[in-house]
C-alpha cells in the first residue's frame, strides 16, 4: 500500500489541517508553537505505537510520516508567502528526504536528511530569493522544533558530481525520496543518477562499501557477541542490512529483498528472518533512544534491563530479562550478518586483495591445471570449495554433519553458502545418538587436534548451531550475558575467543604468543589445552558462583564421552577447576616473598599442570576483553610462573642459587663504584636488606635506591630530628610497563603508606601497584607504580610537585589529608552524571579478612566500587587500628577495586587477634560500602 493510502498518513494530514493552517500573514514565530504542539501531540501516538508492540519498521514510517507533514506544510506557506512578497515562482522545485529518513526509518532522535532540488538552469536574483526565503521558512523552523537536519541545495548536475566524490552522498541518494514539489523534476534527477551508477565502476564502489564495513566490525572485535552492542555499526546491525542492499542495487540494479528472491539469490524464508531481525533492531533502537532521549546506539549493559522491560520482557528476575532480551537481539543480529555474507558470496561479492600480486609457483600452477570435481563422503571437493552432491546427504548419515567441518579444515576448503544452508535446516539430526556415537567424537576431537587452525572451524559450527547441538553442555552458553564487570563478550564468544588466542600461541603469532608456545610444547600432550579452553567456564551455565566447580561435574561425562583417558582427564578436570587460580595468586599475593611461589608450587603439583595452567590463564584474559591484558600483567604472570617452576627443583639447589646470586650483584655493584657511594654504604645495604629485596630487585634499581639512601643519610647529618627529614623521591616511566614508578626513601614512621597514598591521589594519579621493603636501619624503600586517570604513564607535569607538596605537609607537619581528598571526591561525584537502572553490581562491596596458613600472613582482601580516597581510607583505618601494612596490591578493573593488603599488629605479636581483627573487618565494610 502506498504511504499515502495508508489510513496513519491520512490521520496525520488530518491533524495538521486542523492545527498548522494559519491566516495570512501569521508570522513564523507566530506559527512555532502550533507546530511544537503536533510534534508533541504525534510524538505521544507515536510512542504509544510503540509501547503497545507495534512493529519496530511502522512506528518508524509513522514518524517519517509525521516529518512528512511538517516539511509539506512548511513548504506550502513558503510558497505562498513567497507569491504574496514577489510574485510567480522562478523556478519549480522538489523537497527530497535522503538517507535514513528518505527508507522513512527515523528513530526518535535520527537525524533529518533533506535536499532541496532545483531545475538545472535556474539562476539569477530572483531565484536566489526563492532560495533564501525556502531555507529561512523551512530549516529555520525545523531546527526550532529541536530537529537535527543536515541539508544540501543542489541541482542535478551537481547531485552527479557529488555523488562521483563522496560515496556517502551516494549512499544517501540511493534512498531518496520525494516529499513535495515537483515530480518530474525528481524523476528526472533519479533517472540521471541510475545511468550514472550503472556507468561507473561498481568494484570500487563495492571496495569502498566492504573497507567500511571491516572498520566498523573490527570497532566491535569482529563479533556480534559483544555485551554492549552497537545496533546500527555492530556486526549484524542495521548498518549491515543497508550496505548489503546498497551493494546489489549497483551491482545487479536489484533495489530490495524481494529483487533477490525474484533472482533466486535468497529463499524467502531467509528473506522474512532478515525483515524480522531488522524490525527488532529498529524496535530496540527507538526504545534505547526513548530512555536517552538523545541519539545513541549502544546497548549499555545499565541499560539493558529497563529496555527490556519496556520492550515487553516481563521477567521479575532482572538477570533473566536481560538474558531473554539480549538472547534476542544477538538471533537478530546473527540473522542479519549470516543473511549478509551469504548474499555476498552468492552475487560474488569480495574484497580485492592488498598483496602486492606475486604468487607462488605452487599457487600459479594450482590456477592452471584443471582440477577435476573430488567427491568426498557425499561432497564435492571443487577449487577449495566444498559444496553438496545431493540434498539428502545428511539425512543418508547424519555423522557427517561433524565430518563435513573435519573435511573443511582437512583440505583448508569453504563451506559454499547452500551448503551452509543445508546444515543449518538438518541440525535436528543431531540426536543422542550422534552425540554419544564414538565416530563423531572422533572427528570431533581431530578438529581439535590440529593446531593454530582450531578457531575458524569452531567458529563456523558454532554459527550454524552444530556446536551447540552436538555439545549441548557448550550450547547452555549460547549468546549468554555474563554479569561480570570485566567480560566484554558474552559466554560463548568469550570461550571461542580463548581458542583463537591458543591458535595464536601455536602459530608464534608474534614474540609474546612465541613465548607461551615455548613453554606448552614441553607438555607431553600441548594439544589438550584446546580441549581444556573449550570446557573451562561450561559451569556458568549453572552461574558465575562457584562454575570452576560445577564445571568440573559438568565437562567430565564429556570427556568420557569424547574417550579420553583417566590420566589425560585428571589434568583436564585439575585445569577447569583451578583455572583461576594463577591470575588470583599475581593479583593478590606478594610476588617477592618467596612463599608465595612455594605455597602455588604446592597447589600446582607438578610442572605439566603449571604449563597448561600458564598458558590457559593467558589466553582466558586476551578473550575476556581486548584491553584487559597488559605488559605489567603478562610480567607478574611469567614471574609466578618461573618462580613457581623453581620450586619443583631440590631445596640444597635453590638455596645455593640464590646465595650465588646475590654474591654476583654484590660484586658487580662494588665493582662499578658508583659515584659518591662509598664501599662502606653498599656493603651496610646488603647486610640490612632481606635475601628477597636482592632476588626480585634489577641491578638498576638497587643502584637508584643506594643514591636515594646516601642522600637520606646526608640529610641526616644536617638535621635537627628524624621528624624534620624531607623523603627522598624519584620520579621515572617505565617504556615496557607503561607506567610511572615513583621510589620513595625515607625514615620507617607510622602511617607512613596511607599518606603516600594520600598524596598521590592528591597528585590526580592512579595506583596500580605497591610494594615497600624495610632496612634493619628503619630506612624504608616505597615503590609505587601509577598512571594516569586515562592509562599510560603519568602525563600531567604539575603531578610531582604536587606529590611532593602533599607528602611534606603529611610527613613533615604531620597535616591530615582526609579533607582535602574528601573535597575531591565531592567534585569528581557531582561532575559524574549517576546511571539510573543499572544491573545489580555482579560482585557487591566486601571485605575479607583471613589468615593464609599457607603464607604465614594475615590478609585483607576488598573489593568495592573505586573511587577517588577509597585506598587512604581504607589504609588509614589499618594504621589507625593499631595495624602495620607490610604489603600491599592495589587493582583496578572497569571502575571495580580490587585490592590487598599483608597486615601486622604493631601493638601484638598475635596478628590474628579475632576481636581485633573483626572489629577491623567492621569498620572496612561501613568504607567500602560509602
Not at 513567497?82 to 510574485?87: E, F, L, N, Q, R
Not at 563495492?206 to 559483544?226: F, M, P, V, W
Not at 593478590?588 to 605439566?608: G, N, V, Y
Amino acid at each position: 500500500m502506498p504511504i499515502q493510502d495508508n489510513p496513519l498518513f491520512r490521520r496525520l494530514h488530518q491533524h495538521a489541517q486542523k492545527r498548522l493552517v494559519f491566516d495570512p500573514g501569521v508570522s513564523r514565530n507566530q506559527q512555532l508553537p502550533a507546530y511544537k504542539r503536533y510534534m508533541e501531540l504525534e510524538g505521544v501516538m507515536l510512542e504509544r505505537m510503540h509501547r503497545k508492540g507495534d512493529s519496530g519498521r511502522k512506528v518508524c514510517q509513522a514518524r517519517a510520516a509525521m516529518i512528512d507533514v511538517i516539511i509539506e506544510n512548511l513548504f506550502l506557506a513558503a510558497l505562498d508567502l513567497y507569491a504574496t512578497k514577489h510574485g510567480p515562482l522562478p523556478c519549480k522545485m522538489a523537497i527530497l528526504a535522503t538517507g535514513g529518513y528518505g527508507r522513512r526509518e527515523l528513530n526518535p532522535h535520527s537525524d533529518i536528511d533533506i535536499m532541496f532540488l532545483y531545475p538545472q538552469k535556474a539562476g539569477g536574483k530572483e531565484f536566489l530569493k526563492f532560495q533564501e526565503l525556502l531555507a529561512e521558512e523551512i530549516l529555520y523552523p525545523l531546527w526550532d522544533l529541536g530537529l537535527k537536519v543536515g541539508h544540501a541545495s543542489r541541482n542535478t548536475k551537481e547531485v552527479i558530481e557529488e555523488c562521483r566524490k563522496e560515496v556517502q552522498s551516494k549512499n544517501a541518494l540511493l534512498e531518496s525520496r520525494i516529499i513535495c514539489g515537483s515530480e518530474p523534476l525528481y524523476k528526472s534527477m533519479r533517472n540521471q543518477f541510475g545511468d550514472f551508477c550503472k556507468k561507473e565502476n561498481s568494484k570500487a564502489y563495492i571496495q569502498q562499501r566492504l573497507e567500511d564495513e571491516q572498520a566498523r566490525h573490527a570497532k566491535s572485535g569482529n563479533t556480534i557477541y559483544i555485551q554492549e552492542p552497537d545496533i546500527k555499526n555492530g556486526v549484524g546491525g542495521l548498518r549491515d542490512y543497508q550496505n548489503i542492499l546498497w551493494m546489489a542495487y549497483i551491482k545487479y540494479g536489484y533495489h530490495s529483498f524481494r529483487d533477490l528472491v525474484k533472482a533466486k539469490l535468497l529463499r524467502d524464508d531467509e528473506r522474512s528472518d532478515m525483515v524480522h531481525a531488522y524490525d527488532f533492531l529498529l524496535r530496540t533502537r527507538t526504545e534505547l533512544h526513548l530512555q536517552n532521549r538523545r541519539p545513541t546506539d549502544t546497548l549499555n549493559l545499565e541499560q539493558q534491563p529497563v529496555i527490556a522491560q519496556f520492550l515487553n520482557y516481563t521477567h521479575k528476575d532482572i538477570f533473566a530479562r536481560v538474558e531473554a532480551f539480549m538472547k534476542d537481539y544477538y538471533t537478530a543480529a546473527r540473522t542479519i550478518y549470516r543473511t549478509s555474507e551469504m548474499l555476498k558470496e552468492r552475487m560474488a561479492i569480495e574484497a580485492t586483495s592488498g598483496s602486492s600480486g606475486r604468487i607462488s609457483f605452487r599457487e600459479a600452477f594450482r590456477a592452471y591445471q584443471h582440477l577435476p570435481i573430488k567427491r568426498i563422503d557425499g561432497f564435492q571437493l571443487y577449487q577449495k570449495v566444498l559444496s553438496v552432491d545431493k540434498p539428502d546427504v545428511f539425512k543418508e548419515d547424519p555423522l557427517r554433519l561433524i565430518r563435513i567441518f573435519r573435511l573443511a579444515q582437512q583440505f583448508g576448503a569453504r563451506i559454499d553458502s547452500d551448503l551452509r544452508y543445508l546444515i543449518s535446516r538438518s541440525i535436528l539430526l543431531i540426536d543422542h545418538t550422534i552425540i554419544n556415537s564414538n565416530s563423531a567424537a572422533k572427528s570431533f576431537c581431530a578438529i581439535l587436534r590440529s593446531p593454530g587452525e582450531v578457531y575458524p572451524i569452531l567458529l563456523q559450527m558454532h554459527e550454524l548451531g552444530v556446536l551447540g547441538r552436538y555439545l549441548p553442555e557448550f550450547g547452555e552458553l549460547t549468546c549468554m550475558v555474563q554479569h561480570e564487570y570485566y567480560h566484554r563478550y558474552t559466554a560463548d564468544a568469550h570461550v571461542l575467543r580463548t581458542i583463537r588466542h591458543l591458535d595464536r600461541v601455536f602459530t608464534k603469532h608474534d614474540e609474546e604468543y612465541a613465548r607461551y608456545e615455548k613453554e606448552l610444547r614441553k607438555n607431553d600432550d600441548p594439544l589438550l589445552l584446546y580441549l581444556i579452553l573449550l570446557l573451562h567456564d561450561i559451569g556458568k551455565a549453572e552461574g558465575v558462583k562457584e562454575h570452576d566447580i560445577n564445571g568440573v561435574r559438568i565437562a567430565q561425562p564429556v570427556l568420557t564421552r569424547f574417550g579420553i583417558g583417566q590420566e589425560q582427564q585428571e589434568q583436564i578436570l585439575f585445569i577447569i577447576r583451578s583455572h583461576l587460580e594463577m591470575a588470583r595468586f599475581w593479583q593478590r599475593f606478594d610476588l617477592d616473598d618467596p612463599q608465595t611461589a612455594a605455597s602455588f608450587a604446592k597447589f600446582i603439583e607438578d610442572p605439566q599442570k603449571l604449563r597448561f595452567l600458564y598458558v590457559h590463564t593467558y589466553c582466558d584474559a586476551r578473550g575476556t576483553a581486548p584491553t584487559l591484558w597488559n605488559s605489567y600483567k603478562d610480567a607478574m604472570h611469567r614471574t609466578l610462573y618461573l618462580r613457581t617452576f623453581e620450586q619443583f627443583e631440590d631445596d640444597a639447589i635453590i638455596k645455593q642459587k640464590r646465595k650465588e646470586h646475590i654474591s654476583m650483584l654484590h660484586q658487580e655493584i662494588v665493582d662499578r663504584e658508583i659515584e659518591g657511594i662509598p664501599s662502606e654504604e653498599i656493603e651496610a645495604h646488603f647486610n640490612l636488606l632481606p635475601e628477597r629485596y636482592f632476588i626480585n630487585t634489577e641491578r638498576a634499581d638497587i643502584e637508584l635506591h643506594l643514591r636515594m639512601v646516601n642522600q637520606l643519610l646526608t640529610q641526616i647529618q644536617g638535621a635537627d630530628s628524624m621528624a624534620t627529614l624531607a623523603p627522598i623521591v624519584n620520579w621515572h616511566n617505565d617504556v615496557d610497563l607503561n607506567m610511572t614508578v615513583v621510589n620513595v626513601v625515607t625514615w620507617d614512621r607510622a602511617g607512613l603508606f596511607y599518606k603516600l597514598a594520600g598524596a598521590l591521589t592528591l597528585a590526580g594519579v592512579n595506583i596500580v601497584s605497591t610494594k615497600a621493603i624495610s632496612r634493619k636501619d628503619h630506612i624504608t624503600i616505597d615503590t609505587f607504580y601509577v598512571i594516569d586517570p586515562d592509562g599510560g604513564v603519568v602525563s600531567s607535569k604539575n603531578a610531582r610537585d604536587i606529590f611532593q607538596s602533599r607528602l611534606d605537609q603529611a610527613l613533615i607537619e604531620d597535616k591530615e589529608l582526609l579533607p582535602e581528598i574528601n573535597e575531591l571526591e565531592a567534585k569528581i561525584t557531582q561532575s559524574r552524571k549517576k546511571a539510573k537502572d543499572m544491573l545489580p553490581a555482579p560482585f557487591p562491596p566486601s571485605v575479607d579478612v583471613y589468615h593464609e596458613l599457607s603464607l604465614k600472613q594475615t590478609i585483607i582482601e576488598v573489593q568495592a566500587n573505586d573511587r577517588i580516597g577509597l585506598l587512604y581510607q581504607i589504609s588509614r583505618l589499618i594504621t589507625k587500628r593499631g595495624f602495620d601494612i607490610g604489603f600491599a596490591r592495589i587493582a583496578t578493573e572497569r571502575g571495580v577495586a580490587m585490592d590487598t593488603f599483608y597486615i601486622k599488629n604493631v601493638k601484638s605479636d598475635n596478628a590474628t587477634d579475632t576481636t581485633a581483627l573483626l572489629k577491623l573487618r567492621e569498620e572496612l565494610d561501613l568504607i567500602v560500602r560509602e
